[in-house]
């Protein structure tokens, strides 16, 4: 059973990298956010808005690893483009225990830049699980989403 709606399936219902050579080169961009839990414990080392341990800044290593992900994205996620992304941005802010990553990332090119910032914000928010779960077992990544793109066929902005 052939299933249209699936773009990386082709005619003989196999496995297939989207050819995307008729559609035009536009500037695409894209966010995404991951949240991770943290504890209290954790939170007691924030300071000056960054977790401070005995490894390095947590948050700034984790927009490091984030954009290492980000520019990798093609060879990590099967028949995903590999692309040169022209930037990759991030932001971090603390809420209570909740730490928010948001990753953008744009090109001028003829694919989005979904996948590299949904990437780059689950990269990050692993990398800061990896740098306190000496403190903790207890972190939660609660939740990876993209929230806008632009572009593309049709522009997508997350309403909640």
């Known amino acids: 059973m052939k299933n249209e709606k699936f773009s990386h399936i082709d005619a003989s219902n196999n496995p297939a990298m989207v050819n995307v050579s008729n559609k035009k080169i536009t500037l695409r961009t894209a966010t995404a956010r991951s949240i991770v839990r943290l504890t209290a414990e954790i939170m007691k080392g924030l300071e000056e808005g960054e977790i401070h341990s005995k490894k390095g800044p947590v948050f700034q290593t984790a927009i490091i690893a984030g954009t290492m992900a980000a520019k990798k994205t093609g060879e990590l996620i099967p028949l995903c483009?590999?692309?040169?992304?022209?930037?990759?941005?991030?932001?971090?802010?603390?809420?209570?225990?909740?730490?928010?990553?948001?990753?953008?990332?744009?090109?001028?090119?003829?694919?989005?830049?979904?996948?590299?910032?949904?990437?780059?914000?689950?990269?990050?928010?692993?990398?800061?699980?990896?740098?306190?779960?000496?403190?903790?077992?207890?972190?939660?990544?609660?939740?990876?989403?993209?929230?806008?793109?632009?572009g593309g066929k049709k522009d997508f902005k997350h309403n909640g």
Request: aromatic share 4%.
């Open 81 to 150: 483009h590999p692309i040169g992304l022209d930037g990759c941005d991030f932001a971090i802010k603390v809420n209570g225990l909740e730490v928010e990553i948001e990753c953008t990332s744009w090109i001028s090119a003829k694919t989005g830049v979904e996948m590299e910032a949904l990437t780059g914000a689950s990269l990050a928010a692993l990398t800061i699980y990896d740098m306190c779960k000496a403190l903790s077992h207890d972190i939660v990544i609660t939740e990876t989403r993209l929230i806008a793109k632009t």
